[in-house]
């Protein structure tokens, strides 16, 4: 079955560069994101997971762990995420997934379930769906999905951003418009009625039109 938002994550046991890990205990009760990669020694990838590790400090910052994902072994991982601290300069303090045998990538949807084979000969362009990112939540359901071509490098700014929207409409009845940015007016959703919304909102709020209300961020 395809994944969808708000399904829950598939759970497994992984190893990766720090250890054996089972996904959902390392988890725990933070935020997670998982972003995968097709081969270790790519040049779009490198720098990828090298700007990750200059900003996991916003991540940390966000209640979140990162994990990386390659279709690779681990020995392989050691030796490219030297290459990725000399280029990012930065250290990769996050877990990276060897996942040699496809699991994951099966799992979730990256390839299909009757994919066949293992990291062993296979090249980036056989690998090229293995390059999604995942936001999962403290309940362990899915918040967001994207999968990337192999030829543009990710926004992870834009998955700040996003992550930034998901927590606070989590913990408030509002929803984030176009371009929004920390800070910005943020919008009260459709269920929430002028009457409660005066309870909430005592200083009041912008009505573009009926179903669009606009209000400072909470």
Request: aromatic share 8%.
């Amino acid at each position: 079955m395809s994944l969808r938002i708000n399904d829950q994550a598939p759970n497994f046991q992984a190893e990766t560069t720090q250890g054996k890990i089972d996904f959902h205990e390392w988890i725990g009760d933070k935020w997670a994101v998982l972003f995968s990669h097709p081969k270790d020694f790519t040049p779009v990838c490198t720098t990828e997971l090298g700007y990750m590790a200059s900003i996991q400090a916003e991540f940390d910052k966000r209640n979140t762990k990162i994990i990386g994902l390659s279709i690779d072994p681990l020995d392989d991982h050691q030796r490219w995420l030297k290459d990725v601290e000399e280029v990012g300069g930065s250290p990769i303090r996050y877990p990276v997934i060897a996942d040699t045998d496809l699991h994951v990538a099966k799992l979730y949807n990256m390839f299909p379930a009757d994919e066949t084979g293992s990291a062993e000969g296979r090249t980036a362009v056989t690998n090229a769906t293995v390059r999604s990112i995942f936001i999962i939540g403290p309940d362990k359901n899915i918040k967001l999905m994207m999968t990337y071509p192999m030829t543009t490098g990710r926004n992870f700014n834009e998955i700040l951003r996003v992550l930034d929207s998901m927590q606070l409409t989590a913990k408030h009845k509002v929803a984030t418009p176009v371009n929004w940015q920390q800070g910005e007016d943020v919008i009260i959703v459709p269920s929430v009625s002028n009457e409660e919304a005066e309870r909430i909102y005592p200083e009041g709020w912008k009505t573009v039109k009926p179903y669009l209300r606009k209000v400072k961020q909470p």
